[in-house]
């Protein structure tokens, strides 16, 4: 059985200032993309080398990371 593959929407992206103290002076962008309509990700990358093809990796890679949790069911009690 083929497993479907998920696909993702990249929501927004948006380039302001850094909020990180180290990137001062500096812009990134920040991207929201949606797995489903309850599962949404923010990624944060830096403007100096933001391309596509780093965004499209960069989501691939957060949602290898994230893939394992989505929909898992824990019993408690």
């Known amino acids: ?15 302001s200032p850094s909020n990180n103290p180290a990137r001062t002076g500096k812009n990134d ?21 933001f391309t596509e093809a780093i965004l499209d990796l960069a989501v691939r890679q957060d949602y290898k990371k994230r893939q394992p949790f989505i929909n898992r069911e824990i019993t408690v009690g």
Not at 1 to 15: G, L, Q, R, Y
Not at 29 to 44: K, M, S, W
């Open 29 to 49: 962008y920040y991207i929201t993309y949606q797995i489903d309509p309850l599962h949404r990700y923010t990624l944060v990358l830096p403007a100096e080398t």
């Open 1 to 15: 059985m083929a497993t479907e593959k998920p696909k993702v929407t990249v929501i927004s992206t948006i380039e």
